[in-house]
Nanobody, 122 residues
Framework: HVHLEESGGGSVQPGGSLRLSCVVS????????IGWFQQASGKEREAVAL????????HISPSREARFTTSKDSASDTFYLQITNLKPEDTAMYFC???????????????WGQGTQVVVSS
């Protein structure tokens, strides 16, 4: 079993930055990837970033490469999603999830956190 807990969301002005955290506990290495997903109100949840559980392999969705980065704290099982130059369209709930496959599909991730809300507004 894997447990994930996100934090770091909040209200930010456009142009600001946030670093979201995902603390993973349990049998983390039973899964190969931690994915970050964005779900805006009324929209489908979509993948924005992937990080291997070892932290060596990362991937950002092409549309977000300029402003999103993902990483892992080498000393702990904490994963990060950094977003810079925040825009109102980044307003969403952000989830991290654990899965076995390098995939953007929600169904390939079987453990999910509760999410952290990001609001970008002036």
């Amino acid at each position: 079993h894997v447990h994930l807990e996100e934090s770091g969301g909040g209200s930010v002005q456009p142009g600001g930055s946030l670093r979201l955290s995902c603390v993973v506990s349990g049998d983390i290495y039973s899964r190969n990837y931690i994915g970050w997903f964005q779900q805006a109100s009324g929209k489908e949840r979509e993948a924005v970033a992937l990080c291997s559980t070892g932290g060596l392999h990362t991937h950002i969705s092409p549309s977000r490469e300029a402003r999103f980065t993902t990483s892992k704290d080498s000393a702990s099982d904490t994963f990060y999603l950094q977003i810079t130059n925040l825009k109102p369209e980044d307003t969403a709930m952000y989830f991290c999830a654990a899965g076995k496959r390098f995939s953007r599909r929600l169904e390939d991730f079987d453990y999910w956190g509760q999410g952290t809300q990001v609001v970008v507004s002036s």
